[in-house]
């Protein structure tokens, strides 16, 4: 039996939700840092293990809310030329742990879709 999953569009401008994305970018932006300073160390000290694991899964579970928000995002609602949207469909497709939290800093904090309050949005204005 298929399911329709629908993710309600008032949530994906909302207040609420722009908080978690930019907590969730954040975590993804540090894993992206976590990654590369456990490149440059080679070896973490046993004791450090949890915490780096912790660190990790944050990170991970982060970068996929992210990447699966913008993706809805830049689909549903981003009212950017076309142009504008396929380099950010790719650069988030490339290279996740920099391109989805790029985009949800430059371009969804400061798209007018989400700045608008809410009674003042076109009901289903997606563009």
């Known amino acids: 039996m298929l399911r329709d999953y629908y ?8 207040t609420t939700a ?3 994305y930019c907590t969730a ?3 993804s932006l540090g894993l992206f840092v976590l990654l590369l ?3 440059i160390v080679g070896r973490v000290p046993q004791g450090f293990l ?5 660190l990790l899964l944050a990170g991970v ?3 996929a809310v992210t990447l699966v928000a913008m993706e809805y995002f830049l689909f549903g609602f981003d009212t950017s030329p076309m142009v504008k949207k396929a380099f950010w ?3 988030m497709l490339k290279i996740p742990l920099l391109g989805a939290p790029l985009y949800c800093f430059l371009v969804y904090s400061r798209s007018p ?3 608008t309050p809410l009674p003042k949005r076109a009901k289903g204005a997606s563009a």
């Not at 993710?7 to 909302?14: A, D, P, Q, Y």
């Not at 949890?50 to 912790?54: C, G, K």
């Open 18 to 20: 722009r908080k978690i």
């Open 7 to 14: 993710i309600n569009r008032e949530f994906i401008v909302s």
């Open 61 to 63: 579970i982060g970068t």
């Open 37 to 39: 300073s456990l490149k």
């Open 89 to 91: 469909f790719c650069v």
């Open 25 to 27: 970018a954040s975590a």
């Open 113 to 115: 879709v989400v700045n």
């Open 50 to 54: 949890p915490i780096v694991n912790i």
